[in-house]
């Protein structure tokens, strides 16, 4: 008999796989599918602690997630305890990032594409390359759409 993973924990083991593509570190997609499935303030200790990695390694993948846009770094009155929590364009940055590895990821697919003479690649080039298109333009339509959607 199986039993069924904790919602939790499976939210963050599948959302951190989903995002390999946005340039980050393994430690870094845990802490971000873990701030954004709890959606609240967590200082640099609790992460460390939960995730079972070093401070610095919290401290460093949080910085990078910061540069990225995911992340906003807090600071508490009277604290000197790091916090983090996740940027409320957070969702847009990820899809942006994206957005941004297909489009170059189609624009090669394109160059070689263009610059093969076997024909067996260039039709397994083709699939890929139409793949490629189709998912930048979803995530285009859906942005545009989020974007209309969201208002002045």
């Not at 939210?11 to 802490?31: L, N, Q, V, W, Y």
């Not at 610095?56 to 993948?61: C, D, H, L, P, Y």
């Not at 604290?79 to 364009?89: A, V």
């Amino acid at each position: 008999m199986s039993t069924k993973p904790d919602p939790r924990t499976a939210f963050i083991k599948h959302f951190s796989e989903f995002i390999t593509d946005a340039g980050m570190s393994p430690i870094a997609r845990r802490i971000f599918a873990t701030l954004h499935y709890d959606g609240t303030v967590r200082s640099l200790n609790s992460l460390a602690q939960e995730l079972s990695v070093s401070r610095a390694s919290i401290s460093t993948n949080a910085r990078k997630l910061i540069e990225m846009g995911f992340l906003e770094h807090l600071r508490q009155t009277g604290d000197r305890q790091d916090y983090y929590k996740i940027h409320d364009d957070a969702f847009s940055s990820l899809l942006s990032k994206i957005h941004q590895h297909l489009s170059q990821m189609t624009e090669l697919l394109h160059y070689i594409e263009k610059n093969q003479t076997d024909a067996a690649r260039i039709s397994r080039l083709k699939h890929f390359v139409d793949f490629h298109v189709a998912l930048t333009q979803v995530i285009h339509d859906f942005t545009d759409r989020k974007s209309l959607n969201d208002g002045p």
